[in-house]
């Protein structure tokens, strides 16, 4: 299989890499400044030139790290064609992405995913993001990286909960426009749990493919790069009520995609055979399904989703499926959100 891939969002070229882990890092001769959190450092005890640690969690995307990460690059010397590179999970590439989109106008982005979250979604597409009042990514840019570079092998040291959640993203994009990869997850989830490192590849591979053709297709979010936010507005409304860092981001898209197949089944879109079998499917790998597993009033949850920053003339439209690789974008009435939240 090939070790690149180049996909483009609107004039920005992106090339994915899959070198060995011990190739990972940029190669030298641009001055460059690292941005990891204390975590992914003891992965990459040796990085040279100037490095920046951040400490780990959601709750560190925010404007005080994203000030932290430009005075770290202006004291470094770093010109316009000089690279932010971001190491680790989302939040690293989310923040560390959105500094570089904005340092001197905009300077040079190279990304390495450490977690399956990270490298099947944070890191690609272009979007940045930081949290504000407590609220989930509602500030940020459009700003692909140059370059990503993943190594699946460094999945190996992802705790459980952390590697569940990337897997969440992985069955989303599965149901939005791989038939293959869901019915893969279906029938080889001892194989998919163990992290069979040939599995691990293609999985991200393919998860890669689904985002890369809706981010070519859209790659300012105007239109049908919205279904990539299947189970995000309940998702982001659920991080915010229980405080940041509580859900996991997969673990909250899980509980989101169950509330919009029963959204969808609410209002007769939805095959209710097709909700059944992906919540099964999604209840087999560990998730929270049912509705009342979130420890928020269900007024709170809706008051959340009607701040959601994806809502277009005062109207939050949701992500729904008529049936695998079916998806639609339809509003959702307040009665509709009570009866399935209850």
Not at 177 to 203: K, Q, Y
Not at 222 to 234: K, P
Not at 256 to 261: D, E, Q, S
């Amino acid at each position: 299989m090939s070790t690149r891939m180049v996909y483009r969002a609107g004039s920005y070229p992106t090339a994915i890499e899959f070198p060995p882990p011990e190739s990972l890092m940029p190669r030298p001769g641009t001055r460059s400044l690292f941005v990891l959190d204390d975590h992914t450092r003891k992965l990459f005890p040796s990085i040279p030139e100037s490095t920046l640690v951040l400490e780990s969690g959601e709750t560190q995307k925010d404007w005080t790290n994203v000030d932290r990460i430009l005075r770290a690059a202006l004291e470094a010397g770093l010109g316009r064609d000089g690279n932010i590179v971001g190491i680790g999970g989302g939040v690293i590439c989310d923040t560390a992405a959105f500094a570089a989109s904005i340092y001197m106008r905009g300077c040079r982005l190279i990304l390495i995913p450490t977690t399956l979250l990270a490298m099947v979604d944070a890191a690609f597409g272009g979007k940045t993001g930081i949290n504000l009042a407590g609220l989930k990514n509602m500030v940020g840019t459009f700003y692909p990286a140059s370059e990503i570079r993943i190594s699946t092998e460094v999945l190996g040291t992802l705790p459980e909960r952390e590697y569940r959640s990337g897997l969440a993203e992985v069955i989303k994009s599965a149901m939005l426009a791989d038939a293959n990869l869901f019915h893969l997850i279906v029938e080889r989830r001892e194989d998919v749990l163990s992290r069979n490192p040939t599995l691990l590849e293609e999985i991200v591979r393919r998860s890669l493919a689904v985002k890369a053709a809706f981010v070519e297709a859209d790659p300012t979010e105007r239109g049908i790069r919205a279904h990539l936010n299947l189970g995000h507005t309940f998702a982001h409304a659920v991080e915010s009520g229980v405080g940041l860092g509580s859900w996991t981001h997969g673990e909250a898209v899980a509980w989101g995609i169950c509330r919009a197949l029963d959204a969808g089944v609410q209002v007769g879109l939805t095959d209710p055979s097709y909700r059944e079998e992906v919540v099964s499917l999604l209840d087999a790998y560990g998730y929270r399904t049912a509705p009342r597993e979130v420890s928020v009033s269900t007024d709170a949850l809706i008051e959340l989703m009607t701040s959601d920053k994806k809502k277009r003339g005062g109207t939050v439209r949701f992500v729904l499926q008529r049936r695998l690789c079916d998806t639609l974008l339809e509003p959702v009435d307040t009665e509709t959100l009570r009866a399935i939240l209850s």
